[in-house]
Structures are given as C-alpha cells and as structure tokens.
Nanobody, 122 residues
Framework: QVQLVESGGGLVQAGGSLRLSCAASGRTSNAMGWFRQAPGKEREFVAGISGSGGTIHYADSVKGRFTISRDNAKNTMYLQMNSLKPEDTAVYCC?????????????????WGQGTQVTVSS
C-alpha cells in the first residue's frame, strides 16, 4: 500500500511559477505521474516519469513549461510549473502506477493522492 500526499499548490498570477511535491509513504519503484482536473472537465494526464526517472512524457499542453522529476531516495516526485496560464487552473493529483514504464492512462495507476488546488489568475 502506498499513500501519496501532494503539496505546493496555491494562487499565482499568469506567467508565474509553482512547484508541486508528491510524497510517498512507502518506496515505489514504479512509474509515477501527475494528472489534473478542472471544474466540468475530464481528468487530464499532465506528465509521467518512469521508475528510474530515465523516461519522461508530457502532455502537449504543458511541454516546455512543466518539468517532472523524482528523488527516489526521498520517495518524492515533483512538478515544476513555469509560465503558468489561466487554463492550467485545476486540482492536480499525483499517482503511482502498476508498471515501471510511464503511461498517460489513468487506469494504469493504482494509488492516488487527494490533490492540491492550483489557481492561475489572469
């Protein structure tokens, strides 16, 4: 059983930055990812990272602006978000996958955090 806790969300102006953290209660060597869900919209894949951190994938909407990373010694994953836009406003959740390689499919993820709110004002 892995428990995930996100932190680092908040309110920021457009063009600003935030860094999200996802702390895992136990060690996970599998892939991890970030998803987001805005009001009235479906959950959306944001970024994924393999167990070793060697393979990374991003949604097209965040490429070049967001950076995912992980520190396996600290059982923590990060999402650095730069050049934020109002359309990035959502609840951001981290998740741990059932597999070692990355996936954009939420059904590949077995464990989920509660989420942290990110609000970008224009």
């Amino acid at each position: 059983q892995v428990q995930l806790v996100e932190s680092g969300g908040g309110l920021v102006q457009a063009g600003g930055s935030l860094r999200l953290s996802c702390a895992a209660s136990g060690r996970t060597s599998n892939a991890m990812g970030w998803f987001r869900q805005a009001p009235g919209k479906e959950r959306e894949f944001v970024a994924g990272i393999s167990g070793s951190g060697g393979t990374i994938h991003y949604a097209d909407s965040v490429k070049g602006r967001f950076t995912i990373s992980r520190d396996n010694a600290k059982n923590t994953m990060y999402l650095q978000m730069n050049s934020l836009k109002p359309e990035d406003t959502a609840v951001y959740c981290c998740a741990a996958a059932r597999r070692y390689s990355t996936s954009a499919d939420p059904y590949e993820y077995a464990y989920w955090g509660q989420g942290t709110q990110v609000t970008v004002s224009s």
